[in-house]
């Protein structure tokens, strides 16, 4: 085959009975060998981590693992860290997940875009669900005064399709990178994207109706989110819908 063409192999290996399940409580963990093997020589090899588990979420009965109703406990989480910023090191993200599970959390929001595989690697060690989301978001409304106001969708029409095309690669490229973990329970399209300039928010809505759309063609396994939907009519447009804490009004 030749570098860096994606090829459909049929897997080899046994059938697994009796899988021990990834939980919480049980984060138990799989570890697949793959090799590539050319005139019965091994020409290259990869290890992949993955855990065994099933989810499933409905509005009338919430958020299911493995065929039983969990009630999750989470908080949000950053994965940058005083001094450092985003240049954590593998250790601390371990140590940031530890303390959360220690805290007697179970469930996290990565605030707000794609975290390091490190981290997730640790939510699938300590057996915590993580709800992994991408960078989509603005800040805090438009006033004229201060720097920290800004809006989510670009207001400047040349910049839309850049923007969109930037977005939709970073969520693709968080679903490739992150889906073998089983602590991933949903990807989250955005956190309140409706802090963009009125005029832009039919845009908003439909660029997201987009983004579920992709969610579901990359991975029909899991569900696509809108997260901090609490305003802008966006809360119906994914299949999970994350309210942030200042409540729900148009």
């Known amino acids: ?80 860290h005083a001094g450092w910023g985003d240049a954590v090191t593998n250790a601390g993200f371990f140590r940031d997940v530890s303390l959360m599970k220690e805290a007697g959390f179970d469930f996290i929001r990565g605030s707000h875009y794609p975290h390091d595989p490190a981290f997730s690697d640790a939510c699938d060690q300590l057996g915590m669900l993580f709800w992994s989301e991408n960078c989509f978001w603005g800040i805090g409304g438009f006033k004229p005064e201060g720097n920290w106001t800004c809006s989510a969708y670009p207001t400047i029409e040349r910049d839309e399709k850049p923007f969109e095309e930037s977005v939709k690669k970073s969520l693709a490229e968080m679903i490739r990178i992150h889906r073998n973990h089983p602590s991933v329970i949903v990807w989250s399209m955005s956190n309140e994207p409706f802090f963009s300039v009125p005029e832009k928010m039919p845009k908003v809505r439909a660029f997201l109706k987009e983004l579920v759309k992709l969610s579901h063609e990359l991975d029909a396994t899991r569900p696509a989110a809108i997260g901090g939907c609490q305003r802008g009519e966006i809360d119906k447009l994914g299949d999970v819908a994350g309210y942030n804490g200042d409540g729900a009004k148009l």
């Open 1 to 80: 085959a030749e570098a860096r063409k994606t090829l459909v192999i049929d897997q080899l290996s046994s059938a697994i009975n009796d899988p021990k399940l990834w939980s919480p409580a049980t984060p138990y963990l799989y570890n697949a060998k793959t090799f590539v093997i050319i005139n019965n020589k091994v020409v290259d090899n990869y290890e992949t981590t993955f855990g065994m588990r099933w989810i499933e979420w409905t509005a009338d009965k919430g958020f299911s693992l493995n065929g039983k109703h969990y009630y999750f406990k989470g908080c949000n989480v950053h994965q940058d």
